[in-house]
């Protein structure tokens, strides 16, 4: 079971950008899935995250401008990030709680980490 992490990149403050994060493997099911972000010198923060039944909730620098949402026929989850400043600067992560098979014979519900995306919003 991995998560793959795209959709980063350098954008001008006040623009946009889609992160995009599938889980893949043999995935059984998806519970929550969220952003997490690290800016330098600080401390992984979480962002967003969204519940299989989609439930969301925001760290409160972000609402209103960022959106979590997810296809669980993809085991794919999103976040559209709008309104961006310089201080959304990071390296972003995706997580997700799955129940899976990680390796052969093994079962079990597992927290995964996807392998971060650049974010840099500058001018």
């Known amino acids: 079971v991995q998560l793959q992490a795209c959709g980063g990149g350098l954008v001008q403050p006040g623009g946009y950008l889609r992160l995009s994060c599938a889980a893949s493997?043999?995935?059984?099911?998806?519970?929550?899935m969220g952003w997490y972000r690290q800016a330098p010198g600080k401390q992984r923060e979480l962002v967003a995250a969204i519940t299989s039944g989609g439930s969301t909730n925001y760290t409160d620098s972000v609402k209103g401008r960022f959106t979590i949402s997810r296809d669980n026929a993809k085991n794919t989850v999103y976040l559209q990030m709008n309104s961006l400043k310089p201080e959304d600067t990071a390296v972003y992560y995706c997580?997700?709680?799955?129940?899976?098979?990680?390796?052969?014979?093994?079962?079990?519900?597992?927290?995964?980490w996807g392998q971060g995306t650049q974010v840099t919003v500058s001018s």
């Open positions: 997580n997700g709680d799955i129940f899976g098979a990680p390796a052969p014979g093994v079962i079990g519900l597992q927290d995964y």
């Open positions: 493997g043999t995935i059984f099911t998806v519970n929550v």
